[in-house]
């Protein structure tokens, strides 16, 4: 049940329990400036339809969760040391405006809060929110700002070819183990014992043998996709559904006589999965060069893709940059996926800062936003984009590789 927190302050805060010369330095530190600078901005209500109106215990403080959070990434801490900090630092109790006997988080309610933070758009309305009211409360023109993206990695392990396709079989079988294991039965031996008992007989191979077992571990990838393609409880669990992706990505079905040697041998010596004897059609793998950098990069991380600065993705973010601002604001965060060029982002986050209110007059960008398409395109929003555009006569055929035809073409002046 939601419950907004009671502002008024307490005689059994830490400041009134300190001497007066330690409660004097208290309100010259940090702390004093995010508790009367910070702590109004956050708009409790925000929260209130995440929670039922007449059922339930009352949540915790969501003041206290939010300035945590604030403080936490701000300090680059990790929830065990937030937890810490608020339990024992009498400088975060005053900045978050809470009694020691308040002073409590555990683990499980920080989770349940950012679970509640992120599964809709209440992060962005929180940061939006707090962004214009900083900027208005202390003067931060927003009228010029900057934008550049940064790649992010992803926290997940490299794979080649063939532990990607190794790593999604095991991590459905384990699943369908796991959930379903009668069904788990209808999995040919030979298969279970490839991905389950034997683990890492396919991740060790040198690089001839992956060109040999390759075709192999496509060709258990299709079998699993047809024997359990129709079943309705199979099909639903999410290590399917990226089985799934991985095979219609990697993989594609042709006649006998057009596969490879390769491809046809592993395919009739392989009985783990097949469905009949001596099958006509053979699993082919695509050849890497036409497989989308859009694709399956890791089944633990199904989101991040592939660029021309690795996997992982891209963060756009943009910023106040007026030399009058006794500070500078971030104004805008946004992720998308490593294969997706800046010039296609720009439009839609100049619209995502007119949204918010909280868009720049003028916006300087690098070459790789700037185009004369976007120019005429951010103008048309009132925003001066200010962007070198790329040289025709200079593009490389390395920015080409890295991007799509249609853009190739826009970028040198042609229309695609």
Known sequence: MFRPTDRQSSLLQSKFLLPADKAARLERSWAHAFRINVMPLIDEETFRDAFCDDNGRPNKSILLLMGAHILKHWNDLTDAQVIEQVEFNLQWQYALNITPDDAHLVQRTMHSFRKKLLESDRGRRMFEDITRKLAAADGVALGRQRIDSTHVISNIAVLTRLT??????????????????????????????????????????????????????????????????????????????????????????????????????????????????????????????TVSSGSLQSPHDPDATYGHKGKGYEVQISETCDDDNAYQLITLVDVNGANESDQTRLVPLIDQLKTSDLAPSELLADTGYGSGKNIIEAGERGVALVAPVPDPKVFSTAQCRRTSSSQCALLMGRAP
């Open 164 to 289: 990607l396709f190794v790593e999604t079989v095991t991590k459905f079988l384990r699943a369908l183990r796991m959930e379903l294991p009668k069904r788990l039965d209808d999995v040919a031996a030979p298969v279970r014992r490839r991905y389950l008992e034997r683990e890492g007989y396919f991740n060790d191979a040198k690089r001839e043998q992956a060109k040999r077992r390759l075709p192999v571990v496509a060709r258990d990838v299709h079998g699993l996709v047809e024997l359990f393609g129709d079943d309705k409880v199979v099909s639903d669990l999410p290590s399917f559904v990226l089985l799934l992706r991985l095979f219609n990505e990697q993989c594609e079905l042709v006649d006998a006589d057009d596969a490879d040697s390769d491809d046809s041998d592993a395919s009739a010596s392989d009985e783990a999965t097949a469905p009949s004897s001596e099958p006509k059609i053979v699993v082919k793998l695509r050849e890497s060069k």
